[in-house]
């Protein structure tokens, strides 16, 4: 469902300071969010501060479909989890705004307006459940076209937010469709997946290609492991 139109224009991406930020303000209703993601751009908090800044870093983190590193150990791994998608988007957001990290940013106005945006059909999650139905990984972000804006991932059990991400690669790879992976920064333990660093002028030229593209499908199509179907959807607790 499209929301109504921001009342906010932004700023070309090109004007971004040093650090990327390229404006400051706004607010995060739907028609926001989508019109700064179709503009290469992404929301963040400055510090611990309530000001809102958008961001369009350069370099970008981007994880090529094809080119996604998956280990033998990660591989074993694949088979010891549950993947589901939009079983429990807010969970997910909820994981991952607790968990320990230097420079959390997930505000609960953050947290309410992607769980805004998930009811539109915009964003979504990837869960990762244990066998006996406890979640213990995954990671959300948003779906526009050919693109998948990853915003964050958590796990409280070895890979489980990596075989999220690898579910969530199979997934975006299907189906013939030019697709882009943005994972806003390479840090390093997303550049062992495979994330690299292209240029914001090849970033933004890429987004144009895919962002009105068919998305791929999301809900209500079963359980996935790497990404294939394997079954009836069925919330494992």
């Known amino acids: 469902m499209e929301p109504e139109p921001s009342r906010w224009e932004f700023p070309s991406p090109e004007t971004a300071d040093e650090l990327g930020l390229v404006a400051v303000g706004a607010d995060l209703a739907p028609g926001t969010l989508l ?10 908090p400055l510090g611990r501060t309530d000001k809102l800044g958008w961001w369009s870093p350069d370099p970008r983190g981007v994880i090529p479909l094809e080119d996604l590193r998956v280990s033998r150990s990660l591989r074993r791994s694949l088979r010891r989890y549950r993947i589901t998608t939009d079983v429990a988007f807010g969970d997910v957001v909820d994981a991952c705004r607790t968990i320990a990290r230097p420079h959390g940013w997930i505000s609960p106005a953050i947290r309410d307006a992607y769980v805004r945006l998930h009811r ?9 459940w244990s066998e006996d139905g406890e979640l213990v990984g995954g990671l959300y972000g948003v779906s526009i076209g050919g693109l998948f804006a990853g915003e964050s991932m958590f796990h409280v059990d070895r890979d489980a937010s990596k075989v999220a991400l690898v579910s969530l690669v199979g997934r975006l790879a299907s189906g013939g469709v030019p697709r882009l992976l943005d994972v806003q920064w390479a840090t390093d333990h997303l550049r062992t997946l495979g994330a690299v660093e292209v240029p914001r002028s ?3 030229g890429r987004l144009r290609q895919v962002v009105s593209l068919p998305a791929p499908p999301w809900p209500g199509d079963g359980w996935l492991r790497s990404g294939r179907p ?8």
């Not at 539109?120 to 990762?128: K, P």
């Not at 394997?230 to 607790?237: A, I, K, L, R, V």
């Open 230 to 237: 394997t079954g009836p959807p069925d919330h494992p607790g």
């Open 35 to 44: 019109a700064a993601y179709r503009a290469g751009l992404f929301p963040m």
């Open 120 to 128: 539109l059909g915009w964003a979504h999650s990837v869960e990762a």
């Open 202 to 204: 090849e970033y933004l």
